[in-house]
């Protein structure tokens, strides 16, 4: 279930949220999500922890590259249930690092928009989200990174977006 943390008590339960978070990312094996209206755009699940487990003081990197991984799992058994038939499906992880919490999986279903998140270039390369929190990212995934560091934030903010080309 997705939360927030409202105080700073300590964590208790960080095995048992990671293996739900599992289940979670296995639901997805063998599902197709195509789109029901024309004019939908995109279909999505974010991350379903509570917000101390990926961000925060209490976050731990192991932790954090775990949940992504999930994201990562969860969007390769959609993309093998494809039904590339049906028009436009292009699946990618939405990742904000370090608030991982605002993550997400993404079912696209037009092109532009998706072209709109993934951007022209990757301008953070040569530097990988992925080698950095040794994700195994599906082969046929492309990486992208923007900084989206705004003059208030205390520390640099980054947007990943791993997923299908386009």
Known sequence: MRQIA????KLRGIPRRLRALERWAAKFDG????????SERYAHWKIPVI?????????QIEVQAFCIQQ????AEHLSRAADRSQGYYRIACLLVWPWVHQS???VFYD?????SFLGQHNSLAPLRLSDRLALDVPEYFI???????????EVDVHW???????
């Open 51 to 59: 917000s101390s487990l990926v961000q925060g003081p209490q976050a």
């Open 111 to 115: 092109r532009d928009y998706y072209l």
């Open 104 to 106: 997400e999986v993404t």
């Open 160 to 166: 990943w977006c791993i997923g299908e080309p386009a």
């Open 143 to 153: 990486e992208h990174g923007h900084d989206v560091t705004q003059s208030d934030d």
């Open 31 to 38: 599902q197709f999500y195509p789109h029901v209206h024309k």
């Open 6 to 9: 409202l105080s700073d008590r």
């Open 71 to 74: 994201l990562l799992e969860a």
